[in-house]
Nanobody, 126 residues
Framework: QVQLVESGGGLVQAGGSLRLSCAASGRTFSTFVMGWFRQTPGKERDFVAEISRVGYSTYYAASVKGRFTISRDNAKNTVYLQMDSLKPEDTAVYYC???????????????????WGNGTLVTVSS
């Protein structure tokens, strides 16, 4: 069992930056592939980024590639999402996700996620 708590959301202007954090507790953090998803009201929860258990491999949705960076610190049981060059369309609730599936699965299969955080709101003004 894993509990995930996101933090770091807020209001920024377009072009600005934010760093989201997701603190995990409950069991061995490094067991899980970690990722970030985002969702706005009335829309699907979309994949944003994924990172392998050790942290050597990462993958990004095309919409954020080159602007967002996912990282993890297994010693701190924390995963991060550094968001740069933010755009209004990045506005969403961002959810941290943990999956026991192998790296490369979460990006296409959100229903394979084992644990979700409650989300943190990111608002980007134009």
């Amino acid at each position: 069992q894993v509990q995930l708590v996101e933090s770091g959301g807020g209001l920024v202007q377009a072009g600005g930056s934010l760093r989201l954090s997701c603190a995990a507790s409950g069991r061995t953090f490094s067991t899980f592939v970690m990722g970030w998803f985002r969702q706005t009201p009335g829309k699907e929860r979309d994949f944003v980024a994924e990172i392998s258990r050790v942290g050597y491999s990462t993958y990004y949705a095309a919409s954020v590639k080159g602007r967002f960076t996912i990282s993890r610190d297994n010693a701190k049981n924390t995963v991060y999402l550094q968001m740069d060059s933010l755009k209004p369309e990045d506005t969403a609730v961002y959810y941290c996700a943990a999956s026991s599936r192998g790296y490369g699965y979460m990006r296409s299969n959100w229903d394979g996620v084992d644990y979700w955080g409650n989300g943190t709101l990111v608002t980007v003004s134009s």
